[in-house]
Structures are given as C-alpha cells and as structure tokens.
C-alpha cells in the first residue's frame, strides 16, 4: 500500500503479517519537518492497527539516507513560538514506535543524521550495510540534540554519546557497529538474508510474549525517560530565544 510519506508492502505467513515500511522525505538526503513527520507519525499508526502484524522493517525510501535528518530551511524558520511544535513532531514519530506492540527494526543504508538517528535509536535493533554513515550534527547548526536523542547513551554508553552530540561529527558503519550503534552490519544478499532469518525468529515467538516484552521496556525506561524529553524540549525551544541557530545555519548555506 502506499501513501504519501510511507510507503508499506505486507508479506502474509501463516504466523502473522510483516511489513516492509520505506519513509519519505524531502531531496534526495529524505529530510523531514514538521508536517513530514506529522503524515509519516498518521501512516506508522495506521500500519501498526494491520491485523496479525507482527513486525516492522523500517527504511528509507532510497540507498541515499534513512532520514538524512531535518530540513535547514525549515529549522531556519523556526521561532520560540513554533520551535516546540517541530521538535515535538520528531518525538511524537519515535514514541510511535517505541509505543508499538511489535518489533520495529530499522534497516539503515546511507546517511541516518539527526532526527533519522534518533528515529533509529527508537527502533527495537538496527541492522544496516556498509553505506551507512550516522551522526548528531545539531550543534553545528546552533541547536542541542534533544528528545530521543536520549536514548543513546544506553546504546553506546555515555562518552561515545557525548562525542557525537558535542562534535557533530560522522562516523561510518564500521565505527557504528565497533560502538553498538548497529547490532548487525552486511551487503547485498547476505543483508537479505539475515532480514529473513529475523524474520523466522520473530515469527516463532508468541505475539503476546512479544507484546509483553515491548511494555517491559517502556517500563524499564521509568519516568526519567519521560522528564528527560519534556528537558529536551524545553532546551530546543530555548535554543530560539538566541540568534545562533539562524546565524549557523546561514553560514552553513554561505559555505
């Protein structure tokens, strides 16, 4: 089925339906904003209400990038009064997923940067091939990495997570892996071939086990996952009562 922002494919088995979900965004790099986020945040719930669904591959709609992060132009737009509205479009799509009763595993091939990392991190495991490349590069436009961004500590530890939110650097798949970023890394068939054998294994557990673990990872999480959103938001909006955002993004452009 496809739709504006999503794009699905169900494959029926006799143990439940899987679905092959591809995100659309803007230019080649899939960049998003607010209303992006809001139509893909509509389409993930409709796919996750499928009957019998029992996992979710989630992509990006070419090899160029999963989500190549947050379109410039619109951040440069932004404004203390619509800067919280943006920022709480990327956490209202990650909470979908986190909030999902099945699997939702990102499958990365290029550039995941920004709100696509955190959208990745918000996914139960990632499993990629040798194109990816992963960053937080949010300071180098004047703003903090916020929202599920805090969901990188626990995947990378806490000094590898504060390199890449300080420097906003990029890393490829092999440091992405080396780190924990990536649980799995492979090419061409062999990448095929493992999302098969997930598959298999998911399919062979029982869908309210599954659905019972999910649960127990939002509670595992507790209320700090909570008060540390509603912090990263505070300090997104905050990052507008200044004028560093629109000064590093233009000179982004003027380089």
Known sequence: MNNSRISWI????????????????????????QSILEAMTFEL???LEIDNLRCVFLSG???KAFIGGANLKS??????????????????????????????????????L??????????????GDSSVFCGMPEVRVGVPSVVEAVLL???????????LMLRGNIIDAKECQRIGLIEHLEDGEKLDVLLNEITEDILSGGPEAIASQKLLFRDW???QYDNAIRSGVDAFVKAYETEEP????NNFFNN
């Open 10 to 33: 169900q494959t029926k088995h006799a143990e439940g339906v899987i679905v092959n979900a591809k995100m659309s965004g803007d230019k080649t790099l899939n960049l998003v904003d």
């Open 153 to 163: 500590p626990e995947l990378v530890g806490w000094g590898k997570a504060r390199e």
């Open 221 to 223: 999480k507790g209320s």
């Open 246 to 249: 629109k000064i590093k993004i």
């Open 45 to 47: 719930k409709k796919i």
């Open 114 to 127: 920004g709100a696509g990392l955190e959208i990745a991190a918000s996914c139960d495991f990632r499993i």
């Open 61 to 63: 709609s070419s090899d």
């Open 75 to 112: 951040l440069n737009a932004l404004e203390v009064a619509t800067a919280e509205k943006f920022i709480s479009s990327i956490h209202h799509f990650c909470e979908t997923i986190l909030h999902a009763r099945v699997p939702v595993i990102a499958v990365l091939k290029g550039y995941c």
